[in-house]
């Protein structure tokens, strides 16, 4: 699970996703909490906005995070 990947996850769904979509979104899927514990860590980088979708948690991703992962898109590219 990379910050390309999971900031990637968010930028093509255009969306708000809760862990749970985004831990079946990854490729190689270790274990739910991890997937928390890594989405809550982007958040407070400023990459992902934490929201709620009824009683459930879910994330979005912010400016920041689209300028991240375009950032770290071209640099893999170069």
Same mark, same amino acid.
């Given at each position: 699970? *990379?910050?390309?990947?999971?900031?990637g996850? /968010? !930028?093509? #769904?255009? @969306?708000?996703?809760?862990?749970? &979509?985004?831990?079946? $979104?990854?490729?190689?899927?270790?274990? $739910?909490? &991890?997937?928390? &514990?890594?989405?809550?860590?982007? &958040?407070?980088? =400023?990459?992902?906005?934490?929201? /709620?979708? =009824? *009683? $459930?948690? #879910? !994330?979005?991703? *912010?400016?920041? =995070?689209v300028?991240? /992962?375009? !950032?770290?898109?071209?640099?893999? @590219? #170069?």
């Amino acid at each position: 699970m *990379t910050k390309l990947e999971v900031l990637g996850i /968010f !930028y093509d #769904a255009n @969306h708000t996703l809760t862990p749970d &979509s985004v831990g079946r $979104r990854i490729r190689r899927y270790r274990c $739910r909490t &991890s997937v928390y &514990s890594y989405l809550l860590r982007l &958040s407070r980088q =400023g990459l992902l906005e934490r929201t /709620f979708i =009824g *009683t $459930r948690l #879910a !994330y979005r991703l *912010t400016p920041r =995070g689209v300028g991240r /992962f375009e !950032y770290l898109r071209r640099r893999e @590219h #170069a």
